[in-house]
């Protein structure tokens, strides 16, 4: 399984970013979907994950509302639409897959490279 983040950038404070993570290597559909985050000197951060099918999701209270998972099952593709963006989202964002869990479980087995977000004041 390949991840492969892209879409971060620079944004200012209360501005939208949207991120896509590409799955290649296996069948999409077996794997659900997630995002954490690790900002400098913190631990990583789970952020979001999403069902096999994109049924359901499940987010941590800290984007809960602000931010918004989903998958594109055509283009093997999974999103974080982040909107209201704060400093304290300034974080490098990972994609992540695992053919079991999901959910408050969710202990992925395959990791994106990581796309830096930086959100400025």
């Known amino acids: 399984v390949l991840l492969q983040a892209y879409g971060g950038g620079l944004v200012q404070a209360g501005g939208s970013l949207r991120l896509s993570c590409v799955f290649s290597?296996?069948?999409?559909?077996?794997?659900?979907m997630g995002w954490f985050r690790q900002a400098p000197g913190k631990d990583r951060e789970f952020l979001a994950t999403i069902t096999w099918s994109g049924g359901s999701t499940y987010y941590a209270d800290s984007v809960k509302g602000r931010f918004t998972i989903s998958r594109d099952l055509a283009k093997n593709t999974v999103y974080l639409q982040m909107n209201s963006l704060k400093p304290e989202d300034t974080a490098v964002y990972y994609c992540a897959a695992d053919r079991m869990s999901w959910g408050r479980a969710f202990t992925p087995d395959y990791w994106g490279q990581g796309t830096q977000v930086t959100v400025s004041s």
């Open positions: 290597g296996h069948t999409f559909t077996t794997y659900a």
